[in-house]
């Protein structure tokens, strides 16, 4: 328990009639005089306001939304960009990173008013109308030059890269959702119509000719499609038609097994290059596969270390493996040609399949520069020239003109007779008589008596 002092008066004095400190006549600070006024914006040309922003909703370049009275205009730098529109963090004014995917338009009060029809008088006649607008689902799209009638008009789908909006909610010909003349973005009034036609809403073939002598492979979202991959992608069953497309080389590569750069999807142009329309089917190639022997002079000197002890050693250079994992300084070879992996940061594309190393240039130098060869194993590509001279089989096309400067003398007597006697006698008469006399015949002439 706390004990309590008293005071004696005695000993203290009296209390002081005022306190010795006296409280401030005024705060020492005033508040602002009036509040920071809220910045104002004004009205944007399209009118009343657009359809108010859904976090989620998958935005094109140039759509236009509504927030807090506000109008943003989702920004057109590319089709890549347009994607954050509708991601958590880019939210039009609140997002941290709104300013990277939204352009402030202005404000707006109310809603928009609908366009005003077109005049008739200058558009043309086309006849009978196509078929009516329709909504196009995932891995199908309007190609440029299609047609489609709405309210007794033709439209025409436009060009790359608007036409990947022709078959979107939101982009229907004269029909605007919450976005104010979108539908001009995607489609074009081309003139008047009345009755039916056969549908055109197959692509216009003039503008495409004819690839390879048949169709590739038809295109399944998700396969794993690497560059220089061709694939044909139907784009209308009656007739059939399709177009043939192929994966683009280098980075872009990467982005062709990816369902939204697939054929006929908004970021279509980024991942393929069209080709031509292909008719019939081939049969499929396989790719070759490349054998390279072991070569067993391609050495490279390693260092190991174990503990303390630091040793090099000799291991053979293998061909490159795009299933290994390859790190700074490794030497693979293609062949007898050595490639090494380059150091941080290209290292980490010494490990994907675009920037395999070949013996041609490529997007390989990126991420391998050359080594030199390995001493070769192989045959020469050229073989050497014999000096020997080679033997005639034949005998020479014509005799020579002359006859040889001496007559060879034989040794032996000819196996066979002359075929007719010689004109002159011999120059000696042989050396012994014969044995019998000759069987002569004297012919009777003049001067000559036959002898009894």
């Not at 202005?106 to 909504?135: F, K, R, V």
């Not at 596969?289 to 000197?301: A, Q």
């Not at 693979?332 to 395999?356: D, H, S």
Request: aromatic share 10%; glycine share 10%.
């Amino acid at each position: 328990m706390k004990k309590t002092r008293k005071l004696d008066p005695a000993t203290t004095g009296a209390p002081t009639k005022n306190p010795t400190r006296k409280p401030t006549k005024t705060p020492t600070r005033k508040p602002t005089k009036t509040p920071t006024a809220a910045p104002t914006f004004a009205a944007w040309s399209g009118g009343g306001c657009p359809k108010q922003y859904a976090l989620g909703t998958s935005y094109n370049m140039g759509d236009a939304v509504a927030f807090d009275g506000l109008v943003y205009k989702c920004k057109s730098v590319s089709a890549a960009a347009a994607m954050w529109c509708g991601m958590n963090g880019y939210e039009p004014k609140e997002g941290l990173h709104w300013e990277m995917a939204w352009e402030r338009l202005g404000s707006c009060t109310g809603s928009i008013t609908p366009t005003t029809s077109p005049n008739y008088s200058t558009l043309a006649d086309y006849g009978g109308c196509p078929g009516p607008w329709e909504t196009k689902g995932a891995g199908d799209s309007y190609e440029p030059g299609s047609k489609v009638s709405a309210n007794g008009l033709v439209f025409e789908c436009n060009v790359y890269p608007y036409n990947q909006h022709c078959g979107q909610i939101g982009y229907e010909p004269m029909v605007d959702s919450g976005t104010p003349d979108a539908w001009k973005n995607a489609w074009t009034v081309k003139g008047y119509c009345e009755g039916s036609m056969s549908p055109t809403s197959a692509p216009n073939f003039s503008s495409l000719s004819l690839y390879g002598n048949g169709c590739p492979e038809e295109y399944v979202s998700g396969t794993d499609y690497n560059a220089g991959d061709k694939i044909a992608y139907t784009v209308s069953s009656s007739p059939k038609r399709a177009v043939v497309y192929e994966c683009k080389q280098g980075g872009p590569s990467g982005w062709c097994p990816e369902p939204a750069f697939g054929p006929g999807k908004t970021y279509t142009e980024m991942a393929w290059t069209k080709k031509g329309y292909c008719e019939g089917t081939i049969a499929p190639t396989s790719s070759p596969v490349v054998f390279y022997p072991d070569i067993p002079n391609c050495m490279n000197e390693v260092t190991v270390i174990n503990g303390n002890i630091t040793t090099v050693a000799s291991e053979p250079i293998v061909a490159y493996n795009s299933a290994k994992t390859y790190k700074a300084g490794d030497i693979v070879r293609i062949g007898a040609k050595k490639f090494k992996c380059k150091p941080y940061p290209y290292t980490g594309w010494c490990n994907q399949a675009v920037y395999e190393p070949k013996l041609e240039a490529g997007y390989w130098s990126d991420a391998w520069t050359t080594d030199g060869t390995c001493d070769s194993a192989f045959p020469t590509s050229t073989p050497s020239i014999s000096v020997a001279p080679s033997l005639s089989k034949k005998p020479s096309a014509a005799p020579s003109l002359q006859p040889s400067g001496s007559p060879t003398t034989s040794k032996k007597p000819s196996l066979k007779p002359s075929t007719s006697p010689s004109l002159k006698p011999s120059l000696k008469p042989s050396t012994s008589p014969s044995l019998k006399p000759s069987a002569s015949t004297v012919v009777p002439g003049p001067g000559n008596a036959e002898r009894q």
